[in-house]
């Protein structure tokens, strides 16, 4: 009923850039927060960066300077732009929205299917 379908992960070179997207379609009211998190093999899956419905940003320690994350709430997308990539950055990249669908009263999370961001010479 809700889906969010992520594109643009790839192979990259260190010190290039990559720009995901995420689109979320379905029976959909609202979205509130969106986020990009990304998993390591053997590691958990942690927050990259957050946008809230106002536009507020957050983003992790490992990633600020380098990542920008926007909203374009017209066509319920996300996107993670990644410049100057590091090896450090390969993992599966999950998008997440908090939404309310419609007809329901109560918020409820979704996870993008992953991508893979590679990033080696």
């Known amino acids: 009923q809700v889906q969010l379908v992520e594109s643009g992960g790839g192979l990259v070179q260190p010190g290039g850039s990559l720009r995901l997207s995420c689109a979320a379609s379905g029976s959909i009211f609202s979205i509130n927060a969106m986020g990009w998190y990304r998993q390591a093999p053997g590691k958990q899956r942690d927050l990259v960066a957050g946008i809230s419905s106002g536009g507020s940003t957050n983003y992790a320690d490992s990633v600020k300077g380098r990542f920008t994350i926007s909203r374009d709430n017209a066509n319920n997308t996300v996107y993670l732009q990644m410049n100057s990539l590091k090896p450090e950055d390969t993992a599966v990249y999950y998008c997440?929205?908090?939404?309310?669908?419609?007809?329901?009263?109560?918020?409820?999370?979704?996870w993008g299917q992953g991508t893979q961001v590679s990033v080696s010479s």
């Open positions: 997440n929205a908090e939404l309310k669908r419609r007809y329901r009263d109560s918020v409820k999370n979704y």
